[in-house]
């Protein structure tokens, strides 16, 4: 699974990317929002992103990424919208670390 991949990058050399992204969910009183959010790392399965909310475990999200700033040859990779679910949520220092994994892998 995606956190087991997450780990053995660890022990790996760690590429730090941060690609600004915009997350878009309901929270618990139904309320929508949008926000900003870094992706640390993405995967065919899911995502490693820094947002300032405190998302619901195992919420339905979805991730927009502004296509714009993406080399081309990763745009033809990236849907506009991708849906996505929380797997885990870490407090970090002024902001919470979200793993997410893709409702449907992104296409290899």
Do not use: W
């Amino acid at each position: 699974g995606m956190l087991a991949a997450i780990s053995d990058r660890r022990r790996s050399t760690r590429l730090t990317v941060a690609i600004p992204m915009f997350v878009r969910g309901t929270d618990k009183h139904g309320k929508s929002f949008v926000d900003f959010a870094t992706a640390l790392n993405i995967s065919a399965g899911g995502a490693l992103l820094v947002l300032k909310r405190h998302l619901q475990p195992d919420a339905q999200v979805s991730l927009e990424i502004p296509v714009g700033l993406l080399p081309q040859t990763l745009v033809t990779k990236l849907v506009q919208q991708i849906q996505a679910r929380t797997l885990r949520i870490e407090p970090a220092e002024m902001s919470f670390v979200v793993g997410v994994q893709f409702v449907n892998p992104l296409p290899a």
